[in-house]
């Protein structure tokens, strides 16, 4: 059964073919897909000259929206070609579920319009990871290397792009093999900017040895924790 309509968010007020300058119209570009889809610019990285197309994942049609030359999938188009419910993607809808990775669209109905959710790559892999990242570290693959090809000049460092640090520090899940984030996730590990904000390291002043002594400090420190 297909789950497109089943992942709205409660809407909002109701726009016509004329918006307002804070919101922007993308229609679908695929030809049996008449939709007409409205990303809102409420948070960072938000395109201001937005295209629409429609990609392909297994035989299972997957809607895009691009902002600043970043793919966006439709939520409901990937639950469908995962065979998952309005359940499993309830964790997207969570305010836990960062910012970066998700955008507000709404769909053209017979009913009027209707607020989805559209996934950045990285939310994406985020999504797959909360329901199955081994079932799901397929998607993931394909949603990164799609945005690649759709977008082979990223910005640096824009996280709807790449695995980044929490604002406290911390490192986003450890990827599965498969997901197409491994690699990305171990230079993640060891850039000299998480080792400064996990260890409090100055890697440019520090030698080499310096720093393995203070990580290994600080990993022994953590393995006792648990024993106080």
């Known amino acids: 059964m297909s789950n497109r309509g089943r992942n709205e968010?409660?809407?909002?007020?109701r726009m016509g073919p004329?918006?307002?300058?804070?919101?922007?119209?993308?229609?679908?570009g695929h030809p049996s897909t008449p939709k007409v889809m409205i990303m809102t610019n409420t948070d960072a990285f938000m395109g201001t000259h937005p295209?629409?197309?429609?990609?392909?994942?297994?035989?299972?049609?997957?809607?895009?929206?691009?902002?600043?030359?970043?793919?966006?999938?439709?939520?409901?188009?990937?639950?469908d070609a995962m065979g998952w419910g309005s359940f499993d993607s309830r964790r997207v809808h969570s305010e836990d579920f960062p910012s970066h990775a998700k955008r507000?669209?709404?769909?053209?109905?017979?009913?009027?319009f209707k607020d989805m959710l559209a996934l950045s790559p990285v939310g994406v892999w985020l999504f797959t990871t909360e329901v199955d990242?081994?079932?799901?570290a397929g998607l993931a693959a394909w949603a990164k290397r799609e945005a690649i090809r759709l977008c082979p000049n990223p910005?640096?460092?824009?996280?709807?792009?790449?695995?980044?640090?929490?604002e406290t520090g911390q490192l986003p899940?450890?990827?599965t093999k498969f997901s197409g984030r491994r690699s990305e996730w171990l230079d993640l590990k060891n850039s000299d900017e998480y080792l400064e904000a996990r260890y409090g390291l100055k890697i440019k002043t520090r030698s080499r040895?310096?720093?393995?002594?203070?990580?290994l400090e600080a990993a022994e420190k953590a393995r006792r924790e648990p024993e106080a």
Do not use: W
């Open 9 to 13: 968010i409660p809407a909002g007020p």
């Open 18 to 28: 004329q918006v307002s300058t804070g919101s922007l119209l993308i229609r679908a």
């Open 51 to 79: 295209s629409s197309d429609t990609l392909n994942y297994k035989d299972h049609e997957i809607r895009i929206a691009m902002f600043d030359g970043v793919p966006f999938f439709v939520l409901d188009d990937l639950s």
């Open 104 to 112: 507000v669209c709404q769909e053209e109905t017979e009913d009027g």
């Open 133 to 136: 990242p081994y079932k799901g």
């Open 155 to 166: 910005a640096a460092k824009d996280p709807a792009m790449f695995l980044t640090m929490s």
């Open 173 to 175: 899940p450890s990827p």
């Open 209 to 215: 040895v310096e720093t393995q002594r203070t990580i």
